[in-house]
C-alpha cells in the first residue's frame, strides 16, 4: 500500500451542492495529481499541483478547483455539482516534475444525486 | 492531446494460460508507459512501466512491449492466477514538467479455476 491517503472514503451530495476532497501525499512527494473516475472508465486527468502551484489541467469546466498547502497534502473543490460528477476521485503523489512514478490514493467516492 | 485506446475491454482466461492486453497511443512525444492494476473498490496500482528508451520489460510473471513505431505496447501475464482478476489499465504521458498520465478505458481480466 502507497503513504497516499483520501477522505472522505464516500460522501453523497445533490446536485447543486459545493464539496471538498481530501488528499495526503506520500512522506517526500511534493506533487500531487488528481484524477476522476467514472463508472467502468479509466481515470481521467483533472489537475495538477506543483509546489503549491497549478500544474496543468485537463478538460474539467472552472467549477473544479483545488489548492495544495505547504506540507503538500491537497484539496479538489467541487461547486454547483452536477449528477454526472458521480464518480471516484483518486489523487496521486510523486516525487516531483521529473518523476514519473505516480502513487495513488484509495480514492473518494462521490454520488450526486 | 494523447488519446489511449485498450484491446480487449474483457478478457477471460483458464488459470495458467497466458493473457495479453493492448494499447495504442496517438502522440508520437509519449515516452512513458505504466500499468496499473485495480482491484474492485481499491486503489489503482502500478505493476510495471516502459520508457520510450526500452522495447521490453519483464518482472516475473509480467512483461511489457513497447513499440514506438507503430504506437502501441502490450501488457503479457504468464502462468495466470486468480489473484490475477482485476481491471487493468495502460496509461501513456511525456515525462519532465509534470507527469499527466492518460489512461485507457480498462480491460477486466478473469482468471477461471
Known amino acids: 500500500e502507497t503513504g497516499v491517503t483520501q477522505s472522505p472514503t464516500h460522501l453523497i451530495k445533490t446536485r447543486g451542492q459545493q464539496v471538498t476532497l481530501r488528499c495526503s501525499s506520500q512522506s517526500g512527494h511534493n506533487t500531487v495529481s488528481w484524477y476522476q473516475q467514472a463508472l467502468g472508465q479509466g481515470p481521467q486527468f483533472i489537475f495538477q499541483?506543483?509546489?503549491?502551484?497549478?500544474?496543468g489541467r485537463g478538460n474539467f469546466p472552472p467549477r473544479f478547483s483545488g489548492l495544495q498547502f505547504p506540507n503538500y497534502s491537497s484539496e479538489l473543490n467541487v461547486n454547483a455539482l452536477e449528477l454526472d460528477d458521480s464518480a471516484l476521485y483518486l489523487c496521486?503523489?510523486?516525487?516531483?516534475?521529473?518523476?514519473?512514478?505516480?502513487?495513488f490514493g484509495p480514492g473518494t467516492r462521490l454520488t450526486v444525486l | 492531446g494523447e488519446n489511449v485506446e485498450q484491446h480487449p475491454s474483457t478478457l477471460s482466461v483458464q488459470e495458467g494460460d497466458s493473457a495479453v492486453i493492448k494499447c495504442t497511443y496517438s502522440d508520437s512525444a509519449s515516452n512513458y508507459f505504466p500499468w496499473y492494476k485495480q482491484e474492485l473498490g481499491k486503489r489503482p496500482q502500478l505493476i510495471i512501466d516502459i520508457r520510450s528508451n526500452v522495447g521490453e520489460k519483464k518482472d516475473q510473471r509480467i512483461a511489457v512491449t513497447l513499440n514506438k513505431t507503430a504506437k502501441h505496447f502490450s501488457l503479457h501475464i504468464t502462468e495466470t492466477q486468480p489473484e490475477d482478476s482485476a481491471v487493468y489499465f495502460c496509461a501513456a504521458s511525456i515525462t519532465g514538467g509534470g507527469n499527466k498520465l492518460t489512461f485507457g478505458t480498462g480491460t477486466q481480466l478473469k482468471v477461471e479455476l
Open positions: 499541483y506543483y509546489r503549491e502551484e497549478e500544474n
Open positions: 496521486a503523489s510523486s516525487e516531483g516534475l521529473e518523476s514519473d512514478t505516480q502513487y
